[in-house]
């Protein structure tokens, strides 16, 4: 195996793994193909060249490797292709907070309470927690007590 196929087999290997490395994250046939080029490379210089050729390439392709990731960190790539947007969104659109809600309110389930779930309170919708275990959408309900975020509730009691 000539020395020129050597090479050329390196050089690709090395180019396979960029692009492992930067356009398909994850182990993909690019990756894996990379390895067995790099290894048969390497297994064909030693074999048909002697010890002195194979850890020659060896050590080129190690430094080539070192070069490559210098280069590809270096070079501003990962500014080329990264996202430079930002998510503005949150996760609860409803007031996320129990801003504004005092114990001794009442209102109703939204959902079901298994213990946690939806509630509205003078025409909003929070999250809540049962005291009290479980509770069937449009239950009435009283609240216990409000900390920080968190609004914990009880099943309304019925006067008769």
Do not use: C
């Amino acid at each position: 195996m000539s020395i020129p196929i050597i090479i050329f087999l390196i050089l690709l290997s090395i180019f396979l793994f960029v692009v492992e490395f930067l356009l398909i994250p994850g182990i993909t046939v690019a990756g894996i193909g990379g390895a067995i080029l790099l290894v048969a490379a390497l297994f064909m210089g030693y074999k048909y060249h002697g010890v002195t050729t194979g850890n020659i390439l060896l050590a080129v392709t190690f430094v080539l490797f070192i070069l490559t990731t210098v280069v590809i960190l270096k070079g501003r790539t990962w500014k080329r292709i990264s996202l430079h947007t930002t998510i503005n969104g949150k996760v609860n659109t409803e007031s996320s907070d129990g801003d504004g809600v005092k114990a001794g309110e009442t209102g109703k389930t939204v959902s079901r309470l298994n213990p946690m779930g939806k509630v509205m309170i003078g025409g909003k919708v929070y999250e809540a927690k049962s005291l009290t275990g479980y509770l069937d959408p449009q239950e009435d309900i009283e609240v216990v007590k409000v900390t920080g975020s968190q609004i914990i509730v009880k099943p309304k009691t019925k006067q008769i």
